[in-house]
Every structure is written in C-alpha cells, then in structure tokens.
C-alpha cells in the first residue's frame, strides 16, 4: 500500500517524473540532500558531481536523477527549505518585547540566532549569494525570500516605536533594509574577524547594541 502524503506537502516531496514517493523514498531523497549540504562544506558546488552525491548517500546517480535535474536542482531546494527555516528569525523579531532592557537582551539574542542560523546553512547561502549575484532570478528569490520578511518585522517594530514619537525621522522600511543588510554580513564574516584578534563574543555584543538602536533609536 502506498503512503499518503498530505496535499499541502505533495508539492515538496514530488519525484522529478511527478510522482509522490512514499515513506523510503522520502528518505532517499532526504539523504540526498543531507549529503549534498555536507559535500557543500568542503566542495566549490561548481565542482561537485551527481555521482559523489550519490555515493556518499550510499545509492546512485539514477536514483539522484528522480528526485533532482541537476546538483543545482538539488542546492536551490536546500535554499528554499533554509528560506522556511528563517521563518523562526522572523517570529523572533514578532513576538520579542523590544522595550527597555528586555528589548537589548531581545536583541542579543536575536544576534546570537541568526550567527547560529548563518553558521549552521553558510554553505548553501555562499551559493544562493554567488548564484544571485550572477543574475540567477531562482536563487534571488530565494534570498529575496528569508531577507525580505525579517526586513518586514523589523521594519512593523520600528513603526511602533515610531508612533509613540520613538524613531523618528527615518523610514522604517529603508532603516529594516540597512539594519538585516549590516546583520547578514556580520553573521557572513565573523569567523573572519578572529583573524583580526576580535572574538566572536564581542561581535554579538557590538552587533546587539547596533540592533536595539536600529529598532528603537535609542541607547542601549
């Protein structure tokens, strides 16, 4: 008997000739992308080959080829799936209190998370930065998708602020767009600033403090 996947999820989970997979298949499939995430960590993807995927995934290319056209194929829905991962950022910012010392230690931990979050999926954002940077509209989207919705709530808080007299004199859109640009390179080079003698630690704390006055106008 075949297992039947709920119609919100079929989408997701379609074979590449249209078919729905069952419950091994599934798991064939996540395989693959588990081990194309991994692979990514220490191959250029420009490098890498359906047949070290499927090898490392312990099956072989054919069975890659029903699940994804092309390695690409496979990254772009590692890129989407990282997009619906980011939605935890976003409720972050939502449902924080962003008011006095709650809002600085609101903000610190949102810093915290999202240096997690770059950390834990860097290898697939370098190529949905690189991708998009070369004009390729899906993997734009992508980006476009978990930046522009944290660009959302930060920019409805700052609003708030805004109309109780706090803020002003900034758009609230132009100041989210700025403040997850500057986060979003942080979190990208972080590693990079050990190099410079300047810990990570201190980064989260001189990242929250830029958060809170972003969001607030005010001083930490």
Excluded: C
């Excluded at 080959?49 to 054919?62: L, Y």
């Excluded at 950022?89 to 979050?117: C, H, N, P």
């Excluded at 390729?136 to 808080?157: C, Q």
């Amino acid at each position: 008997m075949s297992e039947t996947v709920p119609v919100d999820q079929e989408e997701d989970v379609r074979a590449s000739d249209g078919r729905v997979p069952g419950r091994r298949g599934r798991a064939t499939r996540q395989k693959l992308l588990d081990t194309t995430a991994d692979m990514l960590r220490t191959t250029s993807y420009r490098d890498l080959k359906v047949i070290d995927i499927a090898r490392g995934a312990g099956t072989s290319p054919a069975t890659f080829y029903q699940y994804f056209g092309d390695v690409e194929a496979a990254i772009l829905l590692l890129g989407e799936e990282m997009a619906v991962a980011s939605d935890s950022l976003v409720r972050m910012i939502q449902e924080g209190s962003w008011k006095g010392k709650a809002g600085y230690e609101t903000a610190l931990a949102f810093a915290d998370a999202f240096i997690e979050f770059w950390d834990e999926h860097r290898p697939v954002l370098r190529v949905v930065d690189l991708s998009t940077d070369e004009g390729d509209r899906r993997f734009r989207n992508v980006r476009v998708r978990w930046l522009n919705n944290m660009t959302r709530a930060f920019a409805t808080v700052t609003e708030e602020f805004q109309a109780d007299g706090k803020n002003q004199g900034v758009d609230a859109m132009a100041n989210a767009g700025v403040l997850v640009t500057m986060i979003a390179n942080v979190a990208a080079h972080h590693y990079g600033f050990e190099f410079w003698g300047i810990r990570t630690a201190d980064v989260r704390v001189a990242l929250a403090r830029h958060i809170y006055w972003g969001v607030t106008g005010q001083r930490p």
